[in-house]
T-cell receptor, first 111, second 116 residues
Framework: GQQLNQSPQSMFIQEGEDVSMNCTSS?????WLWYKQEPGEGPVLLIA?????ELTSNGRLTAQFGITRKDSFLNISASIPSDVGIYFC???????????FGTGTRLKVLA | DAGVIQSPRHEVTEMGQEVTLRCKPI?????LFWYRQTMMRGLELLIY????????DSGMPEDRFSAKMPNASFSTLKIQPSEPRDSAVYFC??????????????FGEGSRLTVL
């Protein structure tokens, strides 16, 4: 099925470092969502974005809806060990009424 | 508030057996989605319902898969007969659609299926 291009695929970082990841698409989206998934669990919604250019924070997490509506970015500041997991982006388009998911960024934090 | 509830959490069955996965969406949500997650293919949308009506089932792998939503608070995904390649984690998710933009999508904890 259709997927978004998400990068990087994986990251190994030291505790305290900042993290950046992004998703890009050839399609325009009306909504961008960012999720975190831990082993054996379902994806948990972190941030939802509804307008081009929108910048939204949730604690140490900040996400942006790209101006072109074809991309989105997630930043995690001052990473901690519990940030470990797989982060997914998802785009929603009203044309198809589908949520399309990125391939995920696997984050590992070294204490 | 209760989130999306799925059952069973784990299912191990033999090839050829029927498998039924169940989902209770978040109360008040009007859209329900079934996804399958594997290492190779990531999260794949199988089918989604809006107001209990199937809207798009183009992601359903083949006729062995079927899904129903008899009411706003219950949905099933059935595989008959099951095959080893169906082994995956199946997620149910629900949301509230409101016009052009839509609400957040919330996932259940998934049903891990192993077909021997």
């Amino acid at each position: 099925g259709q997927q978004l291009n998400q990068s990087p695929q994986s990251m190994f970082i030291q505790e305290g470092e900042d993290v950046s990841m992004n998703c890009t698409s050839s399609s325009i989206f009306n909504t961008w969502l960012w999720y975190k998934q831990e082993p054996g669990e379902g994806p948990v919604l972190l941030i939802a974005l509804y307008k081009a250019g929108e910048l939204t924070s949730n604690g140490r997490l900040t996400a942006q809806f790209g101006i072109t509506r074809k991309d989105s970015f997630l930043n995690i500041s001052a990473s901690i060990p519990s940030d470990v997991g797989i982060y997914f982006c998802a785009g929603f388009t009203s044309g198809t009424y589908k949520y399309i998911f990125g391939t995920g960024t696997r984050l590992k934090v070294l204490a | 508030d209760a989130g999306v509830i799925q059952s069973p959490r784990h299912e191990v069955t033999e090839m050829g057996q029927e498998v039924t996965l169940r989902c209770k969406p978040i109360s008040g949500h009007n859209s329900l989605f079934w996804y399958r997650q594997t290492m190779m293919r990531g999260l794949e949308l199988l089918i989604y319902f809006n107001n209990n009506v199937p809207i798009d089932d183009s992601g359903m792998p083949e006729d062995r898969f079927s899904a129903k939503m008899p009411n706003a608070s219950f949905s099933t995904l059935k595989i008959q007969p099951s095959e080893p390649r169906d082994s995956a984690v199946y997620f149910c998710a629900s949301s509230w659609w409101r016009g052009q933009n839509t609400g957040e999508l919330f996932f259940g904890e998934g049903s891990r299926l192993t077909v021997l």
